[in-house]
């Protein structure tokens, strides 16, 4: 039902700058958070940025100086601006959403494909 995906991602190089947007299609009944994780070659994945219904936002130590999530949710979108990047920022990005499908539903996790982000000289 909900889909998401994700774009903007290419190479850049360090000191760079890049914004990733996620598009969200399908129904859902409310929207509790919207974030960004990414998954480096070898490690796991991590929690990078995410924003609450009530607008708050919190991000991994690593990025919080350099990256900010934004939101507009009149055009159903989320967007990572990510400055001074570092080659250990590349990553394969992706978009989540959790929300609840009905009134009163329990809360449910959806994820986008991913989008490659490469820093490298």
């Known amino acids: 039902q909900v889909q998401l995906v994700e774009s903007g991602g290419g190479l850049v190089q360090p000191g760079g700058s890049l914004r990733l947007s996620c598009a969200r299609s399908g129904s859902i009944f409310s929207i509790n958070s919207m974030g960004w994780y990414r998954q480096a070659p070898g490690k796991e994945r991590e929690l990078v940025a995410i924003?609450?219904?009530?607008?708050?936002?919190r991000s991994a130590d690593s990025v919080k100086d350099r990256f900010t999530i934004e939101r507009d949710n009149a055009k159903n979108m989320v967007y990572l601006q990510m400055s001074s990047l570092k080659p250990e920022d590349t990553a394969v990005y992706y978009c989540t959403v959790n929300g609840q499908r009905t009134f009163r539903g329990l809360p449910v996790d959806y994820w986008g494909k991913g989008t490659l982000v490469t820093v490298s000289s």
């Open positions: 924003i609450h219904s009530d607008g708050s936002t």
